[in-house]
């Protein structure tokens, strides 16, 4: 909330049609955990498409509402990786760009998927975790220009392992939950941390 707080166009991070954030959200939240931890965070440009953003609230009310936004996509070019889904090989982009027509957030990562894994092949940068639900998303389609391995559990999904266990098994350097407050006080969804 306070580093939400202290940006001069607050209403750009936040979704006008969902209860998300937007792609810039997500940006400042990425750049707040890299400064957080000391670790370089990367310029990255982010523009608006075409496309018309539905979000998650029943598509808008099946594209009904007057509410118009337009996806935002990274225009910096994205450094190489390898992507595995729940354990398999994936060629799901990290955000997929429509140039017209309609977006959905599940364009960011494929939407939710448990278990995500992104290998970049650059071992002087730390590894991460990043686990929670639906927000770290868009966060993830960013997060990983500062990280070697970046793996992302979607704690109302994956159901392998507690996220204790997971973290000891995994051993990354750096570890990041995203949820909101409330979500975090539920017995449920929360990879055995309640």
């Given amino acids: 909330t306070p580093v ?8 750009s991070c936040y979704s006008r049609g969902d209860h998300h954030y937007t792609l810039k959200g997500a940006y400042v939240t990425y750049q707040s955990v890299c400064e957080a931890f000391g670790i370089r965070a990367s310029e990255i440009s982010i523009a608006e498409t075409q496309s018309d953003l539905l979000g998650t609230y029943n598509r808008k009310l099946y594209d009904l509402s007057p509410v118009r936004e337009a996806m935002q996509v990274v225009q910096t070019p994205f450094p190489e990786y390898e992507r595995l889904d729940n354990g398999a090989a994936s060629d799901t982009p990290l955000i997929r760009i429509r140039g017209s027509g309609q977006s959905l957030y599940g364009d960011y990562m494929g939407g939710d998927i448990a278990e995500t894994c992104i290998r970049t092949d650059r071992s002087s940068l730390p590894t991460a ?6 927000f770290t998303n868009a966060v993830e389609s960013l997060a990983y220009y ?9 704690l109302r999904h994956y159901k392998t392992q507690s996220i204790s266990d997971y973290i000891a098994a995994y ?9 909101d407050y409330e979500a975090l ?7 055995g941390l309640s």
Avoid: H, K
């Fill in 4 to 11: 939400f707080a202290q940006q001069s166009d607050l209403l």
């Fill in 129 to 134: 975790l990043i686990f929670g639900d639906s």
């Fill in 146 to 154: 500062s990280f070697d391995e970046m793996r992302s559990v979607d």
């Fill in 171 to 179: 051993q990354p350097d750096v570890v990041i939950c995203i949820r």
């Fill in 185 to 191: 006080l539920s017995r449920s969804d929360n990879g």
